[in-house]
């Protein structure tokens, strides 16, 4: 079971002071918040691909790095990265390849019931699934969007430059997008 092989590492990892390796404090180093996308490729690629460290940046992570509701967690995390931990400027980075391009929604709604969400609640939600559980088309229009909702918002600060940047899951390439300066 994962969760047994996680907590006995864990036992060994704290016992051997392991942690000591990536102490840091809650401020960035950089002073950026990067939003990105959640894909497993990126875990390690990404980090390494901007020469980040522990402590650099705020790290926040959704399906697909999309951010179309300017009131969700995500444009909440980032403005908190602002206002209260020092960070003075916004990274949008999306992945070419991603499984939120082009998304299935249908396909999604029917791996939902085949894991035993009955229609009734699907059809009784607070929000459509049509609507909300939607990808995108294009990737760089993608990242432009969440872009243009967090340079947008009432509560971040015009000083505070956004980019926007597509990287290669298999290389780290880094395609600019919108340059926030």
């Not at 969760?3 to 590492?9: Q, Y």
């Not at 522990?54 to 790095?65: I, P, R, S």
């Not at 088309?137 to 990242?143: E, H, L, M, P, Q």
Request: aromatic fraction near 8%; charge should be negative; include cysteine.
């Amino acid at each position: 079971m994962l969760l047994d092989e996680i907590l006995s590492f864990n036992e060994k990892f704290v016992e051997e002071k392991n942690y000591q390796a990536f102490e840091t404090d809650k401020f960035p180093n950089k002073r950026a918040v990067v939003f990105t996308c959640m894909d497993t490729r990126l875990v390690e690629l990404l980090p390494n691909a901007l020469n980040l460290k522990n402590g650099d940046v705020k790290m926040v992570k959704n399906a697909g790095a999309i951010l179309t509701d300017p009131y969700d967690s995500i444009m909440k995390s980032i403005l908190v990265a602002v206002h209260a931990l020092q960070a003075d400027e916004v990274f949008v980075i999306a992945h070419h390849g991603c499984g939120m391009n082009k998304f299935d929604t249908e396909g999604f709604l029917e791996a939902v019931k085949d894991h035993g969400i009955d229609e009734n609640t699907v059809n009784n939600m607070d929000h459509d699934p049509k609507e909300w559980l939607v990808g995108f088309n294009d990737v760089t229009k993608s990242v432009e969007q969440s872009v243009r909702v967090i340079e947008n918002h009432p509560l971040l600060p015009e000083s505070i430059p956004v980019h926007g940047l597509v990287i290669d899951p298999s290389t780290g390439k880094l395609d600019l997008v919108t340059k926030g300066y």
